[in-house]
């Protein structure tokens, strides 16, 4: 079956897989990975860019002196100051202060840009808060909740970074109109095929305070260009 893209998934789907991803079992066969041993700079290294994206996406700031210290106390098998099993609990309180930092400044951010983006020419906002604009109208029909629908579409956040793309893929995303996130659900729900939208998707809409680790942070607006290519399986009257 056809996994959808990560970003229209809903949001239990995609944590899910994104835990998946991140365990340790497929790790040997990731494509593209070197037959041959690197060498023990290169390595190092590679643990260190590893170890270091994974905490840039906390959001949690960071001692350097501090982190090398511990580090190097375990590789050395010292007594560390802080026992392995207290450094779970205090690693996780520190990650949730700093993510819900992040949601609440996220979250007036939010507030601020759909008050001034509703005002726009063009702009529409739905009963739910969802706002959308009208770049081409298409002349087919609409799709409901139960039909399978295919799209190409490009999502950005309100900095403009770019966190997925179908034409970035060269591959239009296919997938149930009712199983994707409910602000996804909806704008296509108001589009015809052959229609292109730009739609603002609040937080409450897409992944919320919990956003999706790596990707998505806590609160965030979506930002989507759709075009709504066909209906692929139009539901049964």
């Known amino acids: 079956m056809k996994k959808f893209p990560l970003p229209l998934l809903a949001p239990g789907l995609a944590l899910g897989l994104l835990l998946a991803a991140c365990s340790g079992g497929g790790a040997a066969k990731t494509a593209g990975a070197p037959a041959a041993a690197s060498s023990k700079t290169d390595v190092s290294y590679a643990f260190g860019v590893a170890i270091g994206t994974s905490l840039a996406t906390t959001g949690v700031e960071i001692d350097n002196?501090?982190?090398?210290?511990?580090?190097?106390?375990?590789?050395?098998?010292?007594?560390?100051?802080?026992?392995?099993?207290?450094?779970?609990?205090?690693?996780?309180?520190?990650?949730?202060?700093?993510?819900?930092?992040?949601?609440?400044?996220?979250?007036?951010?939010?507030?601020?840009?759909?008050?001034?983006?509703?005002?726009?020419?063009?702009?529409?906002?739905?009963?739910?808060?969802?706002?959308?604009?009208?770049?081409?109208?298409?002349?087919?029909?609409?799709?409901?909740?139960?039909?399978?629908?295919?799209?190409?579409?490009?999502?950005?956040?309100?900095?403009?970074?770019?966190?997925?793309?179908s034409i970035a893929r060269k591959e239009p995303a296919v997938f149930q109109v009712g199983q994707v996130?409910?602000?996804?659900?909806?704008?296509?729900?108001?589009?015809t095929v052959g229609s292109k939208y730009k739609v603002w998707i609040p937080a409450g809409l897409a992944y919320g305070a919990q956003g999706i680790p790596g990707k998505i942070g806590p609160n965030s607006t979506l930002v989507f260009e759709v075009s709504l290519l066909s209906i692929e399986a139009p539901a049964k009257k």
């Open 65 to 165: 002196a501090a982190f090398m210290s511990g580090l190097k106390d375990v590789l050395a098998k010292k007594p560390t100051r802080i026992k392995a099993a207290d450094a779970q609990g205090i690693i996780q309180t520190a990650i949730g202060e700093a993510q819900a930092r992040i949601a609440d400044a996220n979250k007036a951010k939010e507030a601020e840009f759909l008050a001034a983006n509703g005002k726009k020419d063009g702009v529409k906002t739905t009963a739910s808060g969802l706002q959308y604009q009208v770049i081409t109208e298409g002349t087919g029909p609409k799709p409901s909740a139960t039909d399978t629908v295919k799209v190409d579409y490009v999502g950005t956040l309100l900095d403009g970074s770019t966190f997925d793309s």
């Open 181 to 191: 996130i409910p602000g996804w659900a909806e704008a296509v729900q108001l589009m």
